[in-house]
């Protein structure tokens, strides 16, 4: 198992917080499914609009498949490039270990 951590560091305006996840649903999201491989991802929110995106997938290759197929997307009708800044940072890195706790249970 493979990991993308991908940062859009803040401060980041209310209008750029709603643009970008209109993008992520409308635009990105559909671009991800095209591929039709399996993966997961966490969507993290800073009260200043710091967003981290953690991504899983099998594979890094999927990973940066993945990459190309959302930089090879287009902006839709109404997007506006100004608020749709790119990522400050992505890093890639393997899943070394998995912890699920529920009720003081490790598993």
């Known amino acids: 198992m493979h990991a993308q951590i ?4 803040g401060p980041r305006s209310p209008q750029q917080v709603a643009a970008a996840e209109f993008a992520g649903h409308e ?14 991802g966490y969507r993290l929110l800073g009260a200043d609009g710091t967003e981290i995106v953690i991504s899983l997938a099998d594979r890094e290759e999927d990973l940066l498949d993945m990459q190309k197929a959302i930089f090879a997307t287009t902006l839709l009708p109404g ?11 992505v890093e890639l890195f393997p899943v070394v270990e998995v912890f699920d706790v529920e009720g003081g249970q490790s598993s």
């Not at 991908?6 to 560091?9: A, D, E, L, M, N």
């Not at 635009?27 to 997961?40: E, S």
């Not at 997007?79 to 940072?89: F, K, Q």
Request: hydrophobic fraction near 40%; proline fraction near 10%.
């Open 27 to 40: 635009r990105v999201l559909p671009a991800v499914q095209a591929l039709g491989r399996r993966f997961r």
């Open 6 to 9: 991908t940062y859009f560091r």
């Open 79 to 89: 997007e506006d490039p100004a608020l749709l800044t790119g990522p400050d940072s």
